[in-house]
């Protein structure tokens, strides 16, 4: 079976494999103190919950955009699977294009959501992911990851909205009865949310528009995930799609390119 991971600023998602099907999947928190055996104590549980264990794993890849925990998670395979994990980056071949200025800049999350929102929908296509920031990226009808764009996430406009604002604080982050707010909590909640939407449907329309060779925009896919997608995508006509297993499906299709021995197409 192979095993992916995903590991982000605030969630760590694990998904097992057998073949194309995803067999489990567990999400944990994101600790940067935790060492290779704290992640390894849990990661086995949820395993053994599951009928499972480390020997039943004959790969591992993962994508990191916490660097810190890059190496606690090599250790963590080479110690209790005894092999090596494949990390994504940007150095890999994996059939996608980086048609921006510094390669290297882009995160490994990014990349394989472009490689599984390609070749799950098709192309052109707009990955928005709604977690701790807002991730919008632009991936061209060939497959190419064309650049995007990177905003505050809803989270992170909130509690910046309560912190900074002496008279303010937290709301429920529910929408009101309507954009035009009664009393404060409503207020609030209608420029966090209803702001946030407005954010997102500016940048899909800006991004849709710049999208090389592309003559009726609405043939762009929408494509989004994250821990609030399912919160804001009733919200926003414009996202056709929702795909919450994303991220590890990219890995996947990373792992299956990999083994193949994937040949970027001719240009």
Known sequence: MLL????SNTNIKFGLYNSEALKHHWTI???RQRTADEY????????????????DVHAVIF??????LTPVFQELVQRYFHQEAIIVDHTLDLGLHLLVDNP????????????????LYGGPAIVISFSTAATFDVISAQGDFLGGAI????????EALSSAAARLFRVELTPPRSAL??????????????????????LIR???????????QDEVKIIAHGGLANFMAPLIPEIQYVNQFLPLEGLRIAYERLRNGYRQRER
Not at 4 to 7: E, L, P
Not at 63 to 68: G, I, T
Not at 151 to 158: D, E, F, Q, R, T
Not at 206 to 216: G, N, T
Request: negative net charge; glycine residues 12%.
């Open 4 to 7: 992916a991971i995903d590991i």
């Open 29 to 31: 928190s994101t600790v």
């Open 40 to 55: 390894a104590m849990l990661l086995g549980t949820l395993m053994h919950h599951s009928g499972h264990a480390f020997g």
């Open 63 to 68: 994508s990191c955009v916490v660097p810190p």
């Open 104 to 119: 290297w800049e882009v995160g490994s999350d990014r990349i394989v959501t472009a490689i599984a929102a390609h070749e």
């Open 151 to 158: 905003a505050p996430g809803l989270m992170i406009s909130a």
């Open 181 to 202: 707010g009664k009393n404060t909590t409503e207020n609030m909640q209608s420029g966090i949310i209803y702001g946030h939407v407005g954010l997102v449907q500016g």
């Open 206 to 216: 800006r991004l849709r528009a710049e999208i090389p060779e592309v003559r009726d």
